[in-house]
């Protein structure tokens, strides 16, 4: 469904103002002391007596973000509390977000507080593009995280995997709204309980009442803010049906210093994990993810397949991991230079344009751009018109591998030049061992993100992971007239030059050899001229050098990211999550050709799932990359 934004409106009153709901977002006052007052009041997470205190992590479910007082009024709370929780999950749907012009005007009437100002400042460069789906945004140096969830609350709390410790029961009254306060909301939020939850809500309705008292909500009433005499406080027992937390991952391996298995492992180490990781290599990123330059692109569709969804929050992911790292002292070297996708034929165009239009994707994300005017955003003519996007680009693997390991600091150990070739698990700990049989160390929790050395392992060896070469051509920068400016795309892509060289591929074939060919080089030099009519021309392939690396890709395309399942046992009538799994063994890998698109958000998703935290996508879609999904189809 399009993402229709809210415009920032005001009350007679002076109370900002919604035309879509017509109503106010609060009520006469400080929007940040009614925030204090009904939601970190109401949920006891204030004072010598909050909840949060000495916890490991803490957990909130809001239901309406609106212009985000509760979260900065939460943060604020969270910073001053000397014994606060040492990570704090904030979740929050909004079905109408506003634009992020729109949210520094509303700033500006916020009290004249420095701190509240630098967290709203914060708060607004963070601020995604208006697509629907899950953003997480992480702050206080991974701290604190709050993940966006852009769509309808009644639907999107059912895509929620998490348990959480509070809920702020926010939104327009029930009579303007009545889905974001109806049965089945409410009935999501128990089943999200943790034990011990609390809820809190600005109003007293008798309907609301009677809905939580269904769903095993105590409820109580309290002095409410400003005009409203009172308020509603619950609490709830936690669902004894759903999943328990897992127990402490312990020590962590780590087998791949690819980008898998170093996204894995930088975000395992913030959370205060103990993690090794191995490669058989002398340094990370040696093999498929040390080509030269790897392009960010987002992947669109008309249906909206998972595919695509998983991928554009994946692509909104690594964006803002990058100037993370930057913000954190770990440059990278990259360009967010834009990317031109140039249509196959009419029909494709056709069909980019509609995708643009029907979802009313927003400029900032994705524009559909005729070939004329895309020419003098490229630097270059191009051979028609597609999509363009203004934040895609392309980045330095090594260098990004590199800033991940310096960011992991010392909570990661890297050990270069250990094979592992078999693993043993006895006495609840797995054993590591080279292929001479020496043990190299053991781990209570093992990640398997070695690529395609997964078929070693007699554990993994059932995975359905394709072995897919990828030969890319490097073109003297000197011969390309100081072009193109930003990166080109029609089933390859050309890079603009970096260190002397410009990446033009790549090839994609069934098979393991690492030579590169003349005929390789061709078929690139084939994908030029599809693509910058002219420009193959001043190219021989036998003066050419390349590279190739080989790509792990699963059957359906998508990351096989999750705990490793059984190869085999007796089917079960039930969802592909409940399959038996290895105890502590899990895996990263089928990344494909977008490698780097996918790594950072899936270390955030396996980290989440390890550590026991929401995670950071829909239930859906984690799903739909679980390595266990491949037994349940009958493809193992």
Known sequence: MPLIPAELAFAGAGNPYSSIYDDVYHGVGDPLAHARHVFLGGNDLLGD????????????????????????????AWRADPQRPRQLHYFSIEKHPFQVADLARWHLQLPQDAELAELAAQLRTAWPSLVPGFHRLH????????????????????????????????????????????????DHLAWLAAPGATLSTWTISGDLRRRLASADFH???????????????????GNALAPSAPPSPGRIAVIGGGIAG??????????????????????????????????????????????????????FYVLRKLQALADAGHPVTWQPCGVFQIARDADHARKQSAIV?????????????????????????????????????WLSPVS????????????????????????????GRWKLSGPDGTCHDYADTVLLAHAHGLHSLPQSAHLPLRCFRGQVTHLPAELLAGGPRSVVCR??????????????????????????????????????AAMLPGWDGGFA?????????????????????????????????????????????????????????????????????ITGDPLPVENELAAAVDPARFAWKGIL
């Open 49 to 76: 007596q909050a909840r949060w205190k000495k916890r490991e992590r803490f957990a909130i479910l809001e239901t309406g973000f609106g212009l985000g007082n509760n979260f900065l009024a939460t943060w604020q």
């Open 139 to 186: 702050f206080e140096a991974g701290q604190l995280s709050l993940t966006l969830i852009f769509g309808d609350a009644r639907s999107a709390t059912g895509s929620i995997d998490g348990r959480f410790d509070a809920f702020y029961l926010d939104g327009f009254a029930p009579a303007k709204n009545p889905e974001m306060w109806s049965q089945e909301l409410i």
């Open 219 to 237: 409820i109580e009433r309290r002095p409410g803010y400003g005009f409203k005499r009172e308020m509603l406080v619950a609490n709830h027992p």
């Open 262 to 315: 170093i996204a894995c492992a930088e975000r395992l180490a913030a959370r205060g994990c103990e993690v090794t990781l191995f490669d058989r290599r002398d340094r990370l990123a040696a093999e498929t993810s040390g080509n030269r330059q790897a392009i960010l692109l987002p992947v669109l569709a008309v249906d909206l397949t998972r595919l695509s969804r998983l991928n554009q929050e994946a692509f």
């Open 357 to 393: 239009r029907d979802q009313m994707l927003p400029d900032d994300f994705v524009q559909f751009m005729a070939a004329d005017t895309a020419e003098s955003l490229v630097g270059a003519r191009v051979a028609g018109s597609g999509w363009w996007f203004p934040q895609a680009g």
């Open 400 to 427: 990004f591998a590199a800033a991940l390991r310096d960011a992991a600091g010392p909570g990661l150990e890297c050990r270069f030049g250990s094979d592992i070739a078999a693993l043993e698990h006895a006495g």
């Open 491 to 528: 089933e390859g892509y050309l890079a603009p030059p970096h260190d002397g060289f410009a990446g033009l591929g790549a090839t994609f074939q069934r098979g393991r050899d690492l030579t590169t060919t003349l005929e390789d080089h061709a078929s690139n030099l084939n994908r030029l």
């Open 541 to 609: 392939p036998e003066t050419l050098t390349g590279r190739v690396g080989l790509r792990p890709v699963s059957p359906d395309k998508l990351p096989m990211v999750g705990a490793l399942p059984l190869p085999s046992c007796e089917p079960r009538p039930s969802a592909h999550v409940e399959w038996p799994r290895w105890p502590g063994l899990h895996v990263a890998s089928g990344y494909g050709a977008r490698g780097f698109v996918w790594a950072p958000l899936m270390g955030e998703l396996l980290a989440s799932q």
